[in-house]
């Protein structure tokens, strides 16, 4: 079965809960959170682009090919796995899967891709991260081929939370163990950012 996956991390919001500041941005030890989730998401994806709204030029030093939304007004993260889908279906026509990485959880496992596409069931359309019994919705592997559904969900029927898209495919959940800390610990705050400083003197 082929199996060829493109990544896309998701950088195209708005980071109101950190004051507009862009979450990917912030230095994190000493890198930037999207350094960090670059470095664990790259080896895992044959292609890997960011998505953003703006000024690409403010990206230029993580070279990494950066998309826009394709769709207008910041629907939210749907826009952006659409996206993904869109760039990876022009430019890696052989890939089957969009895995999709947040721009705000540095922590994630470095076998996520293995372990999501690890004996699924040969209908799965969707494969969704869970840990500590809770699903990450944005932490998923995609089939591209739903491109065009989606995009019909995001523009036609106004669809904008990613449960009420998904909730009408075939979705596989992948439980990931949490020894130490959870690996999709995501930083959406000031609060978030001071805890995750803690993990990283305590285990990285």
């Not at 980071?15 to 507009?20: H, K, L």
């Not at 292609?47 to 030029?57: E, R, T, V």
């Not at 749907?78 to 889908?85: K, V």
């Not at 909730?167 to 805890?195: A, G, M, Q, R």
């Amino acid at each position: 079965m082929n199996n060829l996956v493109g990544g896309v991390i998701l950088a195209g919001g708005l980071s109101r809960r950190m004051g507009g500041q862009e979450k990917g941005m912030v230095l994190l030890g000493n890198k930037t959170i999207l350094s960090r989730v670059i470095e664990r998401a790259k080896p895992q994806t044959e292609k890997l682009i960011l998505n953003a709204n703006g000024n690409s030029q403010r990206f230029k030093d993580y070279k990494l090919t950066v998309v826009k939304d394709s769709i207008s007004d910041y629907p939210g993260p749907l826009a952006g796995i659409l996206s993904g889908m869109e760039w990876m279906s022009k430019n890696f026509e052989n890939a089957i899967w969009l895995a999709s990485f947040p721009c705000d959880a540095p922590f994630i496992p470095t076998n996520f891709v293995e372990k999501c596409l690890y004996k699924i069931p040969s209908n799965t359309e969707i494969v969704c991260a869970k840990s500590v019994g809770r699903a990450h919705p944005v932490c998923a592997l995609w089939k591209i081929k739903l491109m065009d559904e989606l995009n019909t969900a995001i523009e036609k029927e106004g669809v904008r939370k990613i449960d009420n898209w998904t909730k009408n495919y075939n979705i596989h959940f992948v439980e990931f163990e949490t020894t130490t800390i959870d690996p999709f610990f995501n930083i959406n705050s000031p609060d978030d950012l001071k805890e995750a400083k803690t993990i990283i003197n305590n285990y990285y």
